[in-house]
């Protein structure tokens, strides 16, 4: 019996780009061409309006993608200061820039890229919000805390289509979900009422037995140990108030 995904594409075809872009990366990376084959998925996302032009404008040094290895992922974005946009009197553009590491630029790689660059994508929206937004943050302690972070692992859940990705992403988001605040809580909290319902048709199983294993254990103690080095962190340059 020929295995099918979650949407009942067979494996050969199982991939969340379309057939002639996971071509193109498999023989570019197999010529050693890793820059086009960064190209070809990000133009094969932009033309499906993935990701969009206006917020990816840059300004100032520095190549808005650049491959290098990066400790630990697959792909970060970072931002630089904020720039007039020249399109909309009155706002800013995030100015940011991707790096993607080298190790995952292979062709079994691909998925695992794509869903890494909408991860980082989903910052750049946020980044552009904030930009754009007089209202005051909330002060947060570490990663595990921070509303941004539990926004893209549940944006992950939303597009995600194969189910380990989905177990993955499910797992951290419900985690995250732990270290909110209340009032952080309130803003994504119809999000992920819908979010867990599609977690458990998928993964048939709730988010509560995700979080409750070895692997969520071991990720809880990171995030509570990023989160106690941020907050001493932050004493020290407070002068300890």
């Known amino acids: 019996m020929q295995r099918v995904d979650i ?11 379309p057939a002639e872009t996971v071509q193109a990366f498999g023989r570019l990376i197999d010529a050693g061409d890793q820059t086009g084959a960064l190209a070809a998925v990000v133009e094969a996302m932009t033309s499906r309006g993935q990701l969009d032009p206006r917020l990816l404008r840059t300004s100032g040094e520095g190549e808005l993608w650049q491959i290098r290895n990066v400790a630990g992922f697959a792909a970060e974005a970072t931002f630089k200061s904020a720039f007039a946009d020249p399109d909309t009197p009155g706002r800013k553009l995030p100015n940011p820039r991707f790096t ?21 994508y989903r910052h750049v929206e946020q980044e552009n919000e904030h930009v754009n937004s007089t209202e005051q943050r909330e002060q947060t302690f570490g990663y595990g805390a921070d509303p941004d972070e539990f926004d893209a692992y549940l944006s992950e859940v939303e597009f ?12 951290q988001a419900g985690v995250h979900w732990e270290f909110l ?37 071991a990720y809880r103690r990171r995030l509570h ?17």
């Open 225 to 241: 140990e990023m989160e106690r080095q941020a907050r001493e962190a932050w004493e020290r340059a407070s002068g300890g108030r």
């Open 160 to 171: 995600s289509y194969r189910r380990e990705h989905m177990k993955t992403a499910a797992l």
């Open 7 to 17: 949407y009942g594409r067979p494996a050969a075809q199982a991939s969340a780009l």
């Open 181 to 217: 605040s209340e009032t952080n809580r309130a803003a994504f909290q119809s999000r992920w009422t819908a979010a867990q319902k599609k977690i458990q048709r998928v993964l048939g199983k709730p988010v509560s037995e995700l979080v409750a294993t070895p692997t969520a254990d």
């Open 100 to 120: 993607i590491s080298a190790s995952a630029l292979r062709a079994n790689n691909l998925d695992d890229l794509y869903t890494s660059i909408l991860h980082e």
